[in-house]
């Protein structure tokens, strides 16, 4: 018999994540409260969302805090590269497409090695 422990985040008597870590548990905790301060700030702006908007916005700007962190600091933009390849997926690509394209990097060598 294996006996695991498991950490879970309740919120208003709904269980809403569980973690393997004690760590793990209070970092979403805490961006579970930074998402509904921020929910609740979201309501005082001029802009009219409509009902859930509030709270998926409050959420995402939790979720991304250190990038709205730096782009507060210092009224920049982060790499968008940076940003872009944890957003997307990466494509799949198979080890002969892979060599095709490192032929066309090199225009030297037009034939493939064997």
Do not use: C
């Not at 690509?93 to 034939?111: G, I, L």
Request: net charge negative; glycine share 4%.
């Amino acid at each position: 018999m294996a006996v695991e422990i498991k950490y879970v985040v309740v919120r208003e008597g709904q269980e809403k994540m569980s973690f393997a870590s004690k760590k793990d548990a209070d970092a979403y905790d805490k961006m579970l409260d930074l998402a509904e301060v921020l929910s609740g700030w979201l309501t005082h702006s001029p802009i009219a969302l409509e009902e859930g908007q509030n709270d998926v916005l409050a959420m995402w700007m939790a979720e991304n805090k250190d990038v709205l962190s730096t782009v507060l600091k210092s009224g920049k933009l982060p790499e968008l590269e940076a940003a872009a390849s944890v957003e997307e997926p990466t494509e799949e690509v198979s080890d002969e497409e892979a060599s095709d394209e490192k032929v066309a990097e090199h225009p030297r060598k037009r034939t493939k090695a064997a």
